[in-house]
């Protein structure tokens, strides 16, 4: 991790696009100006050189008293009237009191240099002039687009940061900092290959504190900086934290109205901060939506409208049949995602967050099983994984074993190889989408030959229940193949089935609690506006469903 104090005029770029470390040893005389981004003035630093922009608290030491402090704002002959004049510790250049500085809006002044000039009047009547220069840039770049996070090697200490510039020669330069510091930290990276017109940037940010909030901002094609977008790392095993599934969402806007309930899904999930999302594959629909007229600048469009999510909130795919046919290609979405080496170029892969261990499953046919390997390499990761101190394994993939819908019926290949695997390895809750309705079943053992619920509750189940199986779609986009929400086979759910529902949009929150729970919230959302609401919950506990007492 380099440190970087930004300080306007004096911040170097190296040859290579590194950013250099300019390191300033403040000695502080008898008065400094310094300046803060907390009310309390911690964390303080000196004022002369900062790159400022937002709010600051600018206030002046003194370590010698003073009988009167009359600060000036680029004037520094001092020729008219006083911006402030303060008689009382601590002398702050916007007023406060003994706890608190008033903030300064730097975003009153132009961008560029400008300069505060301290007149202290000494208690024996002399005086002692005190002056710093600061660069404000509350500019923020328009020259790019596309912002998004993914987990890094070691999700509690790092983050990717992927964006896309229309300028070929521009720089990989990523900034951050813990929110209310003015010390900036930068990471540099370089170009990620990709069909996108531009360059798609690609900055891994490392030695970040696990379970931590960060603000950062990443430079476009102009050399001015992004607005400030957040980023959350990982939190350790042993605490409380949440996800969101959602798949099937289309472009925003589809001249056949098909996209009812994208917008809304994606400000829903938005609103809820999540610490990251599953997305469970098709996404753009490029072969019934040609309004970006290629396949590139199609996903262009989709990533730009996930960017309210996807530039605080890591998204972690997988590949659906949209994905791979249908006027589609895998390279052109993989280089736009980074994710873990994983199996079959990167195909399938594998992470962990927190005490959860999620697999990330290649399964687009509605007939067919895996391809060759999948299913040792499932086996293998997931052992590998209880090896290492996992809790819970959650898998999660595109097509369902059970979906119950007439577009995309249950794929019975895939039940047969991934049911007896699930089972002895003691999943407890499997994450589907593909069929255009949402489809939940009870705890399930002795799948694909008997499909027998271990538990007919709808809320809670135990350890030693068995594998929930989950489809939740769509998640924005209506299907193509009948105009609407999937049609059920059956007027009546068949045994397994806990609940199920085709007349709206869903997507799900998965929360994960350290006391030893896992639970999942299903929303439905009309599309007409109405907020969306909880259609479904059920959890799974390491203790007992038994009500206390």
């Known amino acids: 991790?380099?440190?970087?104090?930004?300080?306007?005029?004096?911040?170097?770029?190296?040859?290579?696009?590194?950013?250099?470390?300019?390191?300033?040893?403040?000695?502080?005389?008898?008065?400094?100006?310094?300046?803060?981004?907390?009310?309390?003035?911690?964390?303080?630093?000196?004022?002369?050189?900062?790159?400022?922009?937002?709010?600051?608290?600018?206030?002046?030491?003194?370590?010698?008293?003073?009988?009167?402090?009359?600060?000036?704002?680029?004037?520094p002959a001092m020729t008219r009237a006083p911006r402030?004049?303060?008689?009382?510790?601590?002398?702050?250049?916007?007023?406060?009191?003994?706890?608190?500085?008033?903030?300064?809006?730097?975003?009153?002044?132009?961008?560029?240099?400008?300069?505060i000039t301290a007149q202290v009047v000494l208690p024996t009547g002399g005086v002692d002039v005190v002056d710093a220069s600061f660069t404000v840039s509350n500019r923020r770049s328009n020259a790019l687009d596309q912002v998004h996070l993914a987990w890094g090697p070691d999700p509690t200490t790092s983050m990717i940061v992927v964006w896309r510039t229309l300028d070929p020669l521009s720089i990989s330069a990523v900034r951050y900092r813990t929110p209310g510091s003015l010390i900036w930290h930068a990471a540099a990276g370089g170009p990620r290959p990709s069909g996108t017109e531009?360059?798609?940037?690609?900055?891994?940010?490392?030695?970040l504190a696990?379970?931590?909030?960060?603000?950062?901002?990443?430079?476009?094609?102009?050399?001015?900086?992004?607005?400030?977008?957040?980023?959350?790392?990982?939190?350790?095993?042993?605490?409380?934290?949440?996800?969101?599934?959602?798949?099937?969402?289309?472009?925003?806007?589809?001249?056949?109205?098909l996209t009812t309930g994208t917008q809304q899904v994606i400000d829903e999930i938005a609103r809820l901060k999540p610490r990251m999302v599953l997305l469970g594959g098709d996404y753009a629909y490029f072969n019934t939506d040609k309004r970006y007229v290629t396949l590139d600048a199609t996903i262009d469009a989709w990533f730009n409208q996930m960017q309210p999510i996807a530039g605080h909130v890591p998204m972690m795919p997988v590949y659906g049949n949209h994905e791979v046919g249908l006027d589609e290609n895998l390279p052109a979405w993989q280089a736009r995602f980074p994710t873990p080496a994983g199996f079959d170029r990167r195909r399938s892969y594998s992470f962990d967050i927190g005490d959860v261990h999620f697999v990330a499953i290649f399964a687009i046919s509605d007939r067919n099983g895996l391809r060759a390997g999948t299913q040792a390499w499932i086996e293998q990761d997931i052992q590998a994984a209880y090896a290492a101190g996992a809790r819970w394994v959650i898998p999660y993939l595109h097509v369902?074993?059970?979906?119950?819908?007439?577009?995309?019926?249950?794929?019975?290949a895939l039940r047969a190889e991934v049911g007896p695997l699930f089972e002895r390895l003691h999943v407890p809750l499997v994450l589907t989408a593909h069929d255009q309705s949402y489809v939940r079943t009870y705890p399930l053992v002795?799948?694909?030959?008997?499909?027998?619920?271990?538990?007919?509750?709808?809320?809670?189940?135990?350890?030693?229940?068995?594998?929930t199986w989950v489809k939740i779609s769509p998640g924005g986009k209506m299907s193509s193949i009948n105009g609407a929400f999937s049609r059920f086979e059956t007027l009546t759910?068949?045994?397994?089935?806990?609940?199920?529902?085709n007349t709206q949009h869903h997507y799900a929150r998965l929360r994960v609690f350290a006391a030893g729970a896992l639970q999942l919230d299903t929303y439905g959302v009309k599309g007409d506006g109405s907020p969306g609401v909880v259609i479904d919950s059920f959890r799974y506990t390491t203790g007992t469903c038994e009500p206390p007492g």
């Open 493 to 501: 759910p068949p045994a397994y089935t806990a609940f199920r529902d």
């Open 198 to 207: 531009g360059t798609l940037h690609e900055v891994a940010i490392n030695g």
């Open 210 to 257: 696990p379970n931590t909030s960060y603000e950062y901002q990443v430079q476009g094609g102009d050399g001015l900086w992004s607005e400030t977008f957040t980023l959350r790392t990982a939190p350790p095993a042993g605490a409380d934290w949440d996800a969101i599934f959602v798949a099937d969402t289309g472009l925003i806007g589809r001249l056949d109205g």
């Open 84 to 115: 402030r004049v303060e008689r009382n510790a601590p002398y702050d250049f916007a007023g406060g009191s003994a706890t608190s500085a008033l903030p300064f809006d730097t975003r009153r002044l132009a961008d560029g240099v400008h300069r």
């Open 400 to 412: 369902a074993p059970f979906s119950d819908g007439r577009n995309h019926r249950s794929n019975l």
């Open 446 to 467: 002795d799948v694909p030959a008997s499909n027998t619920p271990t538990s007919l509750s709808r809320d809670c189940y135990t350890a030693d229940d068995g594998v």
């Open 1 to 75: 991790m380099t440190t970087v104090f930004d300080r306007g005029p004096y911040r170097l770029w190296c040859a290579c696009c590194l950013v250099l470390a300019v390191v300033w040893v403040n000695a502080v005389r008898a008065h400094e100006l310094r300046v803060s981004g907390a009310r309390d003035r911690s964390g303080s630093i000196a004022l002369a050189g900062l790159d400022a922009a937002g709010d600051i608290h600018a206030f002046l030491v003194a370590t010698a008293s003073a009988r009167e402090v009359r600060f000036y704002l680029d004037d």
